[in-house]
Nanobody
Framework: QVQLVESGGGLVQAGGSLRLSCATS????????MGWFRQAPGKGRELVSA????????YYADSVKGRFTFSRDAAKNTVFLQMNKLKFEDTAVYYC???????????????????WGQGTQVTVSS
């Protein structure tokens, strides 16, 4: 079992920055793929970024590429999503997710994530 706890959401003006954190516990050593998702009101859940923890590969959705950065502090069992140059369209509930399957293939980030945090609200004012 893997437990995920997000923090760091809040209200920020357009152009500002936030850093989301996701603390992992339990069988964290088997979380081979970590992901950040978001869901805006009335919209489906979108994969924003992902990290393959074995080789260090990253994925970013086109909408956030160049603005968001996925990183990890292995000593603290924590991953981060640094969000810069925030836009109104980034407003959503952001979820941390993990999968314990061994990733493979060019679409390693497109998996059924087994473990989810409760989410943290990010609101960007314009």
């Amino acid at each position: 079992q893997v437990q995920l706890v997000e923090s760091g959401g809040g209200l920020v003006q357009a152009g500002g920055s936030l850093r989301l954190s996701c603390a992992t516990s339990g069988r964290a050593f088997s979380t081979y793929v970590m992901g950040w998702f978001r869901q805006a009101p009335g919209k489906g859940r979108e994969l924003v970024s992902a990290l393959e923890t074995i080789g260090g590969s990253t994925y970013y959705a086109d909408s956030v590429k160049g603005r968001f950065t996925f990183s990890r502090d292995a000593a603290k069992n924590t991953v981060f999503l640094q969000m810069n140059k925030l836009k109104f369209e980034d407003t959503a509930v952001y979820y941390c997710a993990a999968n314990d399957g061994v990733p493979a293939g060019s679409r390693w980030y497109d998996v059924g994530y087994r473990y989810w945090g409760q989410g943290t609200q990010v609101t960007v004012s314009s």
